[in-house]
Nanobody, 111 residues
Framework: QPVESGGGSVQPGGSLILSCTAPGDSLEQHSIGWFRQVPGKQREGVATISENGGRTYYADWVKGRFTISRDNAKNMAYLHMNSLRPEDTGMYFC??????WGQGTQVTVSS
């Protein structure tokens, strides 16, 4: 089961790095996705990365600002979030193979 960390409150223009790991399990054989949910709206995709990191996908609203990466040797995946905007606020989830979901970590961007 993935476990996320790294969320918090930042001012607009700030940065955060979200981390995802799976204690007792290996993420290496799984694609990893980051998703965001805000109250009253459906969960939406933010970015995904293939098992070996060779392929990535980004939602249009994060292109050029967020970077997804992984370190299979450390059993970790990351979402580097730069130039954060108030509209990026939400609960961010890590998922393995779109099947195994973490509990989420809250990101709040406000001045």
């Amino acid at each position: 089961q993935p476990v996320e960390s790294g969320g918090g409150s930042v001012q607009p223009g700030g940065s955060l790095i979200l981390s995802c790991t799976a204690p007792g399990d290996s993420l290496e054989q799984h694609s990893i996705g980051w998703f965001r949910q805000v109250p009253g709206k459906q969960r939406e995709g933010v970015a995904t990365i293939s098992e070996n990191g060779g392929r990535t996908y980004y939602a249009d609203w994060v292109k050029g600002r967020f970077t997804i990466s992984r370190d299979n040797a450390k059993n970790m995946a990351y979402l580097h979030m730069n130039s954060l905007r108030p509209e990026d606020t939400g609960m961010y989830f890590c998922a393995a193979d779109f099947e195994y979901w973490g509990q989420g970590t809250q990101v709040t961007v406000s001045s």
